[in-house]
């Protein structure tokens, strides 16, 4: 194994499972694959109901240790030694991974301290950690082959429906049975390439990222404020800067009295899930059409839907297209209290990125009716940064570095950075609140004018 960056790092007895066969592994999962579809077959044919995921899994355990009875056996009638105990074990999890995980990749998202994975052929695996390292790992596949038909297997069972993956659908997004998000490609590349993003904190707090460093105890009030105030706020920020994470965090600051619905591109928040933060929560997905062509729901369609459907608060987990248009318009009439995020480099330059996505969309709407729309509907900006630090001896670092404040509109959006990094890189409180006679009735206390900065 060869780092790339930063000193070696010694693996630990979960990742990579060394000495396990992976042809053994993969002939004895289709052993199991095998009898699991017979079974279904059997069900169907005497008319039983379908098996329950949870019963499919222990059914499938109980195969396991069949197949490997059945091995031990024909290893010791051939005059050969049969696995020992612990390799055994480490069979029978290869065998469950393969089956109802993600392969070989299954050690590396139980691994708490893996932060992305990425995958550029089956044999150039790089993993980045949490302190910002990263490092070159062992294969994950035979094969670009297996890799793909791992990646096919995921894409069939993970989801609200099944998505493809072939060269008529090259590209796929996925939420990962952990929570963590897959993005594949072939066909565009010349070999199959993935990335995984940990969410490595599913049920994340304001006070989780305090504690994290992301944010100060005044920041984490107004914000908390800001939601409970029902204000509208867009998080941005560039890719893996923790918008994702902040917005579970605001999210988990709405009673659970509230109708949630969230719409995405690939099921990720998780709020649904949440039965006791979120009891009346519903989780939308967009789907793809078919191979026809037919049958997709895009996300500005849901946006649509989501509104006939008595929510509280429509949170969109990421805007990229021409969701955008009809997310504004609900949030400009009536939609109090949504969340969102959007990829940008600066809180600044948010209003300049919905404003693109808006001409894109059908409506096709001029920058400066796009402007128009934004100052009726978004309160706030916050803007996340991810910092390196590593070669300073520090680690990956998220920060909430602006907050942004909409005041109005005068053929350009006006805001006002009410928060601004400090010398910290975190943002302190910098000038007065437009609405804070709203945030201070939900509770927030703002600081004195001597703490605003110039």
Not at 114 to 125: I, K, P, S
Not at 154 to 163: D, E, W
Not at 187 to 199: D, F, M, N, T, Y
Not at 379 to 385: A, E, M, Q, T, Y
């Amino acid at each position: 194994m060869t780092p790339r960056t930063g000193a070696p790092r010694v693996p630990s007895p979960r990742s990579g499972a060394p000495g396990v066969d992976h042809d053994l592994v993969r002939r004895l999962r289709g052993q199991v694959a095998e009898r699991l579809s017979a079974q279904r077959r059997r069900d169907d044919v005497a008319g039983r109901a379908p098996m329950s995921g949870a019963d499919e899994r222990q059914f499938a355990r109980s195969l396991v240790v069949q197949v490997l009875e059945d091995h031990a056996r024909a290893e010791v009638e051939a005059g050969r030694s049969p696995l020992g105990p612990a390799a055994e074990e480490a069979v029978a999890a290869a065998i469950s991974a393969a089956l109802f995980g993600v392969g070989r990749l299954q050690p590396l998202l139980e691994d708490p301290d893996v932060e992305n994975v990425d995958v550029n052929g089956f044999d150039r695996v790089f993993v980045g950690y949490a302190d910002g390292r990263e490092e070159l790992h062992e294969p994950v596949a035979e094969s670009d082959e297996d890799l793909v038909e791992l990646v096919q297997v995921l894409a069939a069972n993970v989801g609200l429906t099944s998505r493809p993956f072939d060269a008529a659908n090259p590209q796929l997004d996925l939420r990962l049975p952990d929570g963590s998000r897959l993005s594949a490609v072939m066909g565009v590349c010349q070999r199959p390439a993935l990335s995984i993003r940990r969410a490595r904190l599913a049920r994340a707090t304001l006070a989780d990222l305090v504690a994290a460093g992301s944010m100060d105890e005044d920041l984490a009030g107004f914000l908390r404020a800001a939601v409970r105030a029902r204000k509208n706020i867009m998080i941005s920020g560039s890719t893996n800067s923790g918008k994702t994470t902040l917005l579970r965090a605001l999210a988990a600051e709405i009673g659970p009295h509230e109708r949630l619905i969230t719409v995405e591109r690939a099921l990720e928040l998780g709020l649904d899930q949440d039965v006791e933060a979120h009891p009346n929560a519903v989780a939308f997905e967009e789907r793809l059409p078919n191979s026809e062509g037919v049958g997709g729901v895009g996300m500005a369609e849901l946006v649509r839907r989501s509104l006939r459907m008595n929510p509280s608060r429509v949170i969109v987990g990421e805007v990229l297209g021409d969701e955008i248009v009809t997310m504004l318009n609900a949030m400009s009439q009536g939609n109090d209290g949504s969340l969102s995020t959007i990829h940008a480099n600066s809180s600044a330059e948010v209003f300049n990125r919905i404003a693109t996505y808006a001409l894109q969309a059908e409506e096709h709407l001029p920058v400066e009716a796009s402007h128009m729309l934004i100052a009726g509907a978004v309160d706030f900006v916050v803007f996340l940064d991810k910092q390196n630090t590593y070669h300073a001896g520090g680690g990956l670092r998220r920060v909430v570095t602006s907050v942004r404040e909409v005041t109005g509109v005068d053929g350009r959006v006006l805001s006002s950075e009410v928060f601004l990094a400090g010398a910290d890189g975190v943002a302190r409180a910098h000038a007065p609140v437009q609405c804070a006679a709203a945030l201070e009735a939900a509770g927030w206390s703002a600081p004195v004018v001597d703490r605003w900065g110039s």
